[in-house]
């Protein structure tokens, strides 16, 4: 069996497996991520001295929380909530086993973008509408979020690449996906073919979804 013929028969299946993993982990990691991120940034930034909510307390709790989870590498911290994880998702394998430290790493790195895209907002145009009497809320949701989708929009795009890296590194531990593939068979059994085949896959994927969101960002800035 020649080279290509091997590749087309022995890898090219495996090689699809592992994307569709990679697609699954990425994309159920990110919606809850997003879902805890988001929530989090804004309130990290309503909370925040002289803002719309302001309470230190809340403030600096959350502040603290996410300063320790986001200070944890991702190969520690997947070993270091193997019980947490165990108990949320019944096991600590595959897809289904890194759903939960994906989601824990990736949030407070969400919340973070989220609270520099909304701190980008010029705060005379808050004030402004403050002083209209605007009901909060109506300015947090009409104002703030609106006037910072464009950096929101970007934020969530590096979110995402480093995402698809922690997947990477997740394969390392039998989590399946490209960065699985990649070890098991590019560098333990040596076949250069598949390493390569991985890492154009993942340069493909990364300069996709970075293309994307910048467009998105740049026709959202212009409306």
């Known amino acids: 069996m020649n080279v290509r013929n091997r ?5 090219l299946p495996a090689i699809e497996s592992a994307f569709i993993e990679t697609v699954q982990m990425v994309s159920l990691s990110l919606l809850f991520a997003v879902i805890i991120g988001i929530p989090l940034g804004i309130l990290l930034v309503l909370t925040r001295p002289a803002q ?3 309470n230190k307390w809340i403030y600096q709790i959350l502040n603290l929380v996410i300063n320790i989870v986001r200070s944890i590498p991702f190969v520690i911290l997947l070993f270091f909530i193997l019980p947490f994880t165990k108990l949320i998702a019944g096991t600590t394998i595959g897809v289904k086993g890194v759903i939960v430290p994906l989601v824990i790493y990736t949030a407070p790195y969400i919340a973070r973008l989220m609270e520099s895209a909304l701190l980008e907002v010029d705060s005379g145009i808050i004030e402004a509408y403050k002083a209209m009497g605007i009901k909060r809320r109506h ?7 609106r ?4 950096s929101i929009i ?4 590096i979110a995402t690449v480093s995402l698809i890296g922690a997947t990477a590194m997740a394969g390392l531990v039998g989590a399946g996906g490209l960065g699985d593939l990649a070890y098991r068979y590019g560098y333990l059994r040596y076949e250069v073919g598949v390493m390569y085949a991985t890492v154009a896959i993942l340069i493909v994927i990364v300069q996709t979804i970075q ?4 467009r998105l960002a740049a026709r959202i800035k212009k409306d």
């Open 7 to 11: 590749f087309t028969e022995q890898w």
């Open 52 to 54: 719309l909510f302001e």
């Open 139 to 145: 300015i947090i949701w009409h104002v703030l979020l």
């Open 211 to 214: 293309s994307i969101g910048n």
């Open 147 to 150: 006037e910072a989708r464009p």
């Open 154 to 157: 970007l934020g969530l795009t």
